[in-house]
T-cell receptor, first 117, second 111 residues
Framework: SAVISQKPSRDICQRGTSLTIQCQVD?????MFWYRQQPGQSLTLIAT?????????ESGFVIDKFPISRPNLTFSTLTVSNMSPEDSSIYLC??????????????FGPGTRLTVL | GEDVEQSLFLSVREGDSSVINCTYT??????LYWYKQEPGAGLQLLTY?????DMKQDQRLTVLLNKKDKHLSLRIADTQTGDSAIYFC???????????FGQGTTLQVKP
């Protein structure tokens, strides 16, 4: 399976600032996703990162708050803008493996633990 | 919208079997998944089952799927303390690649 890394692994930020999270994959993948896991909660999909075009956002998430880039098939960034304490969460990227044996199977990065003061 | 439900907590003794249950509302997923999250870590794909299967066994893990009742379960045989974690079931409605997760079941394994 693909090896996924995220930077930073954790950060503590002041309210009103922005943080950009990077996701790097060791192989080319077609689909990349960003999820949020609020404290003690399950995972919620933020958006699908599309290579060469604008990300597709889920209901409740907007581009101004969570701008996403995907310049190529191995890399994506998620920015959390104008942060507030409610943005304190773990942010995870995932990739979908589209091989014949494991189609539609998603693998997750280690996550970025964000605390906003 | 799609809904995935799990019980929140399960406690077992080391060596016993654990059974984690999940119910879902959408029936269009081609695959259904179980993920494991250890404290402070990301999600690890444990296993998955194709929707036209009833059962899948993978070493100590057995997945049972009842499509009629929209019920998925994960059985862990000979549960070890290292199995203590949160277990999430997930479905991919409409085969769009978007995963819908349950709330997660915290498995506590007592020595």
């Amino acid at each position: 399976s693909a090896v996924i890394s995220q930077k930073p692994s954790r950060d503590i930020c002041q309210r009103g600032t922005s943080l950009t999270i990077q996701c790097q994959v060791d192989s080319q993948v077609t689909m990349m996703f960003w999820y949020r896991q609020q404290p003690g909660q399950s995972l919620t999909l933020i958006a699908t990162a599309n290579q060469g075009s604008e990300a597709t956002y889920e209901s409740g998430f907007v581009i101004d708050k969570f701008p996403i880039s995907r310049p190529n098939l191995t890399f994506s960034t998620l920015t959390v803008s104008n942060m507030s304490p409610e943005d304190s969460s773990i942010y995870l990227c995932s990739v979908e493996e589209a091989s014949a044996r494991r189609r539609d199977t998603q693998y997750f990065g280690p996550g970025t633990r964000l605390t906003v003061l | 919208g799609e809904d995935v439900e799990q019980s929140l907590f399960l406690s077992v003794r080391e060596g016993d079997s654990s059974v984690i249950n999940c119910t879902y509302t959408d029936s269009s997923s081609t695959y259904l998944y179980w993920y494991k999250q250890e404290p402070g870590a990301g999600l690890q794909l444990l296993t998955y089952i194709f929707s036209n299967m009833d059962m899948k066994q993978d070493q100590r893990l057995t997945v049972l799927l009842n499509k009629k009742d929209k019920h998925l379960s994960l059985r862990i045989a000979d549960t070890q303390t290292g199995d203590s974690a949160i277990y999430f079931c997930a479905v991919a409605p409409g085969n769009t690649g978007k995963l819908i997760f349950g709330q997660g079941t915290t498995l506590q394994v007592k020595p």
